[in-house]
């Protein structure tokens, strides 16, 4: 593998912090499986941290502005991979497009269904915030054979909080975002100690797809995505405490 993967890269980065991660529950990572990734986040270190822990380079669905901030732009998606979604009116279709092509070709699609309301706003280590449905549209749609979604919980033990720059200054990139419209600084979360805790996969079946093509389509989209927001829930409580 060459130098400048993104796993390399990650584990390059994570070393540069002093970073030390624990991971559990490892066995429940499905093997020969397109592998769509959720988990909670807080940090811009965490596309990191899923990538070191899983030994795999992941293709991110990430924000919007990080594909129109220079250097930033750069890191993200040159070394690390990732895809910016588009603006708001073809931010759906274009992120459904680009996973399902990804997820076909057996690489590892990341996802952080908190948006970007837990990164512009310091929230505690142990709460998961509301998932947006888009990856269970997304799962439930692709068509994608031996299909899984596993959900992650990254529990911070040990961190350091500090700021970066003006929230406001965001709206330059993407004006669109009603979280950049406000006063203060964008937080910004340093892991010391952090432990990456794999639940339970999910597997999309010929019986989910025929629900989601029927009457119970809003059944099955609560139904995986509670499975997920509940299992990286109960994994964050597990983790930091």
Partial sequence: MSLNSPLDISRL?????????FRYYE???????????????????????LM?????????????YMGQVPIL?????????CFPLDINQNRQQSFFA?????????????????????MVQSTPASVVGEF???????????????????????????EVNTTAFPLKMLSL????????????????????????????PYWITNAHQHQYHGKQAKKVVSELTEHCHSEIANL??????
């Fill in 13 to 21: 980065l994570l070393a540069t912090f002093s970073t030390r991660m």
């Fill in 27 to 49: 066995d429940r990572i499905p093997d020969d499986a397109s592998l769509l990734i959720v988990s909670n986040h807080r940090s811009f270190m965490d596309a990191m941290i």
């Fill in 52 to 64: 070191s822990a899983l030994s795999s380079p992941i293709r991110f669905a990430c924000h919007h």
């Fill in 73 to 81: 732009r750069e890191i993200v998606t040159g070394q690390l991979g």
């Fill in 98 to 118: 680009q996973s399902q092509m990804l997820l076909q070709s057996k690489q590892m699609v990341g996802v952080f269904p908190e948006g970007a309301e837990p």
């Fill in 132 to 158: 947006q449905r888009g990856f269970a549209h997304l799962a439930l749609r692709s068509g994608v054979p031996d299909l899984a979604i596993l959900p992650i919980a990254i529990a911070s033990l040990e």
């Fill in 173 to 200: 990139f993407d004006p669109s975002e009603p979280l950049f419209n406000q006063y203060g600084w964008h937080p910004l979360v340093i892991y010391q100690r952090v432990a990456v805790l794999i639940g339970r």
């Fill in 236 to 241: 964050l409580q597990q983790g930091c405490y």
